[in-house]
């Protein structure tokens, strides 16, 4: 494949995915994920895309570390990290509607068993995340009290 080719491919899936992100945004699922796979797409051709997934690394970086830095930090971001793979169940299971529910009846578990699949799954890669991040920062902590 030509260079040219290459880049009007990279382009042209980079910004697919970016709005397809944006739009999935706000619905259960990997909305954020899909846009900034996007982002670091584009990120290859667009200095303002670089800069812009530079600024998410960071703030994703200071976050994580900021959600393992006490025990009970840890023991909250665990626990909401199965909370969202729990949820995705609720939708696998797909209950009917309560007689509490006052919104209309389009807005009880929308988006059906996809929706259920993509949150047990942003769920565990969650988790993942939330344990690797523990692990390297309180290792980190660890190293330097036994070297400093």
């Known amino acids: 494949m030509s ?3 290459r880049g009007w491919a990279i382009a042209t899936l980079g910004w697919v995915l970016t709005a ?4 999935l945004f706000p619905l259960p699922g990997p909305g954020l994920l899909v846009m900034v796979i996007g982002l670091a797409l584009l990120a290859e051709q667009h200095p303002w895309a670089a800069r812009w997934v530079d600024r998410l690394k960071d703030r994703a970086i200071a976050g994580a570390r900021h959600g393992v830095a006490t025990p009970w930090r840890t023991a909250w971001s665990v626990l909401g990290s199965l909370a969202l793979a729990g949820s995705g169940l609720l939708w696998l299971w797909a209950p009917a509607e309560p007689s509490w529910w006052l919104l209309p009846s389009w807005t009880w578990l929308p988006g059906g068993w996809w929706a259920g699949v993509s949150q047990i799954l942003s769920g565990l890669v969650t988790l993942a995340l939330v344990l690797d991040t523990y692990r390297r920062v309180h290792r980190g902590d660890r190293h330097e009290q036994l070297v400093g």
């Open 20 to 23: 397809v992100g944006v739009v």
């Open 3 to 5: 260079a040219r080719l």
